[in-house]
């Protein structure tokens, strides 16, 4: 069953752009390509932990600013020779509003 939490306006987050929203089960970053879809992960690279909320939107993918590691924003997992994952959550647009489906954010806490 999901959960869905309104964050923000779609418009909040500029185009290849990201914000981060603090839960109780810790940081998600939310993305927004330039085709204006919306994605939702962990806001750590599986590297060693850089905000990946800071790094470079680029198609569907952003480059952590630590070091260069390029995590898919549809998978969660790193790219290229890289290895590692971080976790993906669903989330739509629906009447302009970006929401969120705290369902999931509660199952990962409890794993």
């Not at 909040?12 to 970053?29: D, E, L, M, N, S």
């Not at 850089?50 to 993918?61: D, K, N, Q, T, W």
Request: net charge neutral; charged share 25%.
């Amino acid at each position: 069953m999901s959960d869905w939490i309104d964050i923000a306006p779609l418009e909040r987050i500029p185009q290849r752009g990201a914000r981060v929203i603090k839960t109780a089960h810790g940081c998600v970053a939310i993305f927004r390509t330039v085709d204006d879809k919306v994605f939702a992960i962990d806001d750590r690279c599986p590297h060693k932990n850089g905000p990946l909320s800071e790094g470079i939107v680029h198609g569907r993918s952003v480059t952590c600013p630590l070091h260069n590691w390029v995590i898919s924003l549809e998978t969660g997992m790193a790219q290229g020779a890289d290895e590692g994952a971080v976790n993906t959550y669903e989330i739509k647009v629906e009447n302009g509003r970006i929401l969120l489906d705290a369902s999931r954010l509660k199952a990962q806490s409890a794993a």
